[in-house]
């Protein structure tokens, strides 16, 4: 650890207010617990006289930390920052909801940023959660989707910011019936249809009730399901903004990469060709075919020489992931997962896979270790 005289961040505390962080004796040992209160500016310059600390962690944003953590730390950190997000959509009535989405939303884009082919690994493979979480789940996944592309089309840190909370909340009025739909075998009913076709107006009118001021996000969730030709609802608008047309094809692509009751999740390379296939000159959907590509991180894939696994991570080309193998040729499980990068001769992806050949039983830190 490193740590910084208290003198040195004086700037950082509040006298009569909650201290940001814990305050250090010059052995280290704790003197004030972070939330602690330092009352009088007398109080403060003892502190000084006694040499007091400061871990440097501490001072540190949630996203500088995600920046400086080891590699093995980035699961448990997505299982961390994906609770916190689904704690703050949980909340959208609140009044404060929206610094609530900042907060939770700024680790999720370091995430991103720090390693893109871990973050599009979450979008593939799904946790199991209940079908009825469905709503949550889907936001998350076409949030960190939006992420990614608006990376790779370079957007700015602020339109890349945007576009993710647009996705995250375009669906904030209809989550419960996304999971009721999402469990249910029997058609959608008349009821059911109309409260689809009304959640994008409702969905905007609850983000500017929950104090949300930006114009461009409140458009986009109005328009994200708006279509050029004019088809589109609730307006049936033919011109709206590429924001709106991102989230859309986002939401378009990670719905078919999801379950439901009534059919499996489809296969990444058959989602991209549908997707591609329904409007090729879609800029849009190409950045999504081109981010993750024909083998993404999360696919279960066999070799030609016979191996199954997981890829894990993009390689030199599309073509040629690299792949954590599961199983030997025979099909049998192997002892730990093994790297194989599939460019080499003989090991190149001959299919991908609708089942899992065997991660079930395998971490992710597992993955990522090969």
């Given at each position: 650890?490193?740590?910084?005289?208290?003198?040195?961040?004086?700037?950082?505390?509040?006298?009569?207010?909650?201290?940001?962080?814990?305050?250090?004796?010059?052995?280290?040992?704790?003197?004030?617990?972070?939330?602690?209160v330092?009352?009088?500016?007398?109080?403060?310059?003892?502190?000084?006289?006694?040499?007091?600390?400061?871990?440097?962690?501490?001072?540190?944003?949630?996203?500088?930390?995600?920046r400086?953590?080891?590699?093995?730390?980035?699961?448990?950190?997505?299982?961390?920052?994906?609770?916190?997000?689904?704690?703050?959509?949980?909340?959208?009535?609140?009044?404060?909801?929206?610094?609530?989405?900042?907060?939770?939303?700024?680790?999720?884009?370091?995430?991103?940023?720090?390693?893109?082919?871990?973050?599009?690994?979450?979008?593939?493979?799904?946790?199991?959660?209940?079908?009825?979480?469905?709503?949550?789940?889907?936001?998350?996944?076409?949030?960190?989707?939006?992420?990614?592309?608006?990376?790779?089309?370079?957007?700015?840190?602020?339109?890349?910011?945007?576009?993710?909370?647009?996705?995250?909340?375009?669906?904030?009025?209809?989550?419960?019936?996304?999971?009721?739909l999402?469990?249910?075998?029997?058609?959608?009913t008349?009821?059911?249809?109309?409260?689809?076709?009304?959640?994008?107006?409702?969905?905007?009118?609850?983000?500017?009730?929950?104090g949300?001021?930006?114009?461009?996000?409140?458009?986009?969730?109005?328009?994200?399901?708006?279509?050029?030709?004019?088809?589109?609802?609730?307006?049936?608008?033919?011109?709206?903004?590429?924001l709106?047309?991102?989230?859309?094809q986002?939401?378009?692509?990670?719905?078919?990469?999801?379950?439901?009751?009534?059919?499996?999740?489809?296969?990444?390379?058959?989602?991209a060709?549908?997707?591609?296939?329904?409007?090729?000159?879609?800029?849009?959907?190409?950045?999504?075919?081109?981010?993750?590509?024909?083998?993404?991180?999360?696919?279960?894939?066999?070799?030609?020489?016979?191996?199954?696994?997981?890829?894990?991570?993009?390689?030199?080309?599309?073509?040629?992931?690299?792949?954590?193998?599961?199983?030997?040729?025979?099909?049998?499980?192997?002892?730990?997962?093994?790297?194989?990068?599939?460019?080499?001769?003989?090991?190149?992806?001959?299919?991908?896979?609708?089942?899992?050949?065997?991660?079930?039983?395998?971490?992710?830190?597992?993955?990522?270790?090969v």
């Amino acid at each position: 650890m490193q740590y910084t005289p208290l003198v040195a961040v004086q700037h950082r505390i509040v006298l009569g207010q909650a201290l940001p962080f814990n305050v250090l004796d010059t052995s280290h040992a704790l003197m004030l617990a972070k939330g602690q209160v330092v009352q009088t500016a007398h109080q403060l310059e003892l502190l000084f006289e006694r040499g007091a600390l400061v871990d440097l962690n501490e001072l540190l944003t949630p996203a500088e930390r995600i920046r400086n953590s080891p590699r093995e730390a980035l699961p448990g950190l997505w299982r961390y920052c994906m609770d916190d997000l689904n704690k703050a959509l949980g909340h959208c009535a609140d009044e404060h909801f929206p610094e609530a989405l900042e907060q939770a939303s700024q680790p999720v884009l370091a995430l991103v940023e720090r390693d893109p082919d871990l973050a599009i690994f979450q979008v593939l493979r799904q946790e199991a959660n209940p079908l009825m979480q469905y709503g949550m789940d889907h936001a998350l996944h076409a949030g960190i989707t939006c992420a990614l592309v608006a990376r790779r089309l370079g957007w700015s840190d602020t339109e890349q910011e945007r576009a993710m909370k647009v996705a995250l909340t375009m669906n904030i009025s209809m989550f419960e019936l996304q999971g009721q739909l999402a469990a249910q075998t029997t058609p959608i009913t008349a009821e059911q249809r109309a409260a689809v076709q009304a959640h994008p107006e409702f969905s905007a009118r609850m983000l500017m009730l929950a104090g949300v001021t930006d114009t461009d996000w409140i458009k986009a969730v109005l328009w994200h399901h708006e279509v050029q030709d004019g088809s589109g609802y609730p307006r049936g608008l033919r011109d709206t903004s590429d924001l709106a047309n991102l989230v859309r094809q986002a939401d378009i692509y990670t719905t078919k990469l999801s379950r439901r009751a009534n059919r499996q999740a489809v296969a990444p390379d058959e989602a991209a060709r549908m997707v591609f296939m329904q409007d090729p000159k879609n800029n849009m959907i190409n950045a999504i075919v081109k981010e993750f590509g024909l083998y993404p991180p999360g696919a279960f894939v066999r070799l030609m020489s016979g191996e199954t696994g997981v890829v894990v991570q993009r390689g030199v080309s599309v073509k040629f992931p690299i792949v954590a193998l599961l199983t030997d040729e025979r099909g049998q499980p192997l002892p730990s997962p093994v790297r194989c990068d599939t460019s080499e001769p003989g090991y190149g992806v001959s299919a991908i896979l609708g089942e899992d050949p065997g991660v079930g039983r395998v971490s992710l830190a597992q993955l990522l270790a090969v």
